[in-house]
């Protein structure tokens, strides 16, 4: 059996994707049949220069021999499995299990389609992620990773495979609405994963945690006044 934390690739993923949290009930990762992938069926939007469309469905299937998570006293999961792509998958889930609605805005966010279910308090920041055209770069990053290091890009195919895995569980009724989609809450129901969707989240996080901007407009006022 394999850590998580020996995986190959599993920072270069985590990097992207956010970390998990405790909980103190443990998932039960199914290891049963595979489920048919699962499309993502974002709404289009207009009035800003980048529409987030619908990006590639996840490939992985399922894992291919069982996965053991443990949850320690701390609430935290351990995860094993007997490879890198089966321990991706379990990763996400578990993820999903932990902050599903912390995911769901994350995501969200980096689509630029918060006011969907925020409300128009988020239009401005939306704007904002399209006119920066976020989900374009984004998909850029899903296509060039898949392309130059195609062993990372099915380990994120994996991991969006199992944070889906559990979104359908919630959606059928399976498992309770976890905190936030609740009717007393925001009152809405969360979507499928597509295998972009981590790497917009990516270059979300670049964009705000880099100053280029300050140092573009500072360059352009000393053009301009120059």
Not at 85 to 101: K, M, N
Not at 169 to 186: C, D, I, K, M, Q
């Amino acid at each position: 059996m394999r850590p998580l934390f020996s995986c190959a690739g599993s920072l270069f993923a985590l990097t992207f994707a956010m970390a998990g949290c405790g909980s103190s009930s443990p998932p039960e990762v199914d290891a049963g049949p595979r489920d048919a992938p699962v499309v993502d069926v974002m709404p289009q939007s207009t009035g800003c220069q980048e529409t987030p469309t619908a990006g590639p469905e996840p490939t992985f299937r399922g894992p291919s021999a069982p996965v053991e998570v443990i949850r320690d006293g701390m609430g935290i999961p351990h995860i094993y499995a007997q490879n890198d792509e089966d321990l991706f998958f379990a990763s996400g889930y578990t993820q999903a299990v932990d902050r599903l609605f912390q995911m769901e805005l994350m995501r969200r966010t980096a689509r630029g389609t918060l006011a969907e279910v925020l409300g128009r308090d988020k239009l401005a920041q939306d704007q904002l992620v399209r006119l920066m055209r976020v989900p374009y770069w984004g998909r850029e990053s899903g296509v060039r990773v898949r392309r130059e290091h195609p062993e990372i890009g099915r380990q994120f195919d994996a991991w969006v495979a199992g944070v889906n895995r559990r979104i359908a569980e919630v959606n059928r009724g399976t498992v309770p609405l976890p905190p936030g989609f609740r009717a007393s809450e925001f009152n809405f129901a969360p979507e499928p994963w597509n295998s972009d969707d981590p790497y917009l989240i990516g270059r979300l996080l670049l964009f705000r945690n880099a100053n280029q901007l300050d140092y573009d407009v500072l360059a352009t006022l000393t053009r301009t006044l120059a």
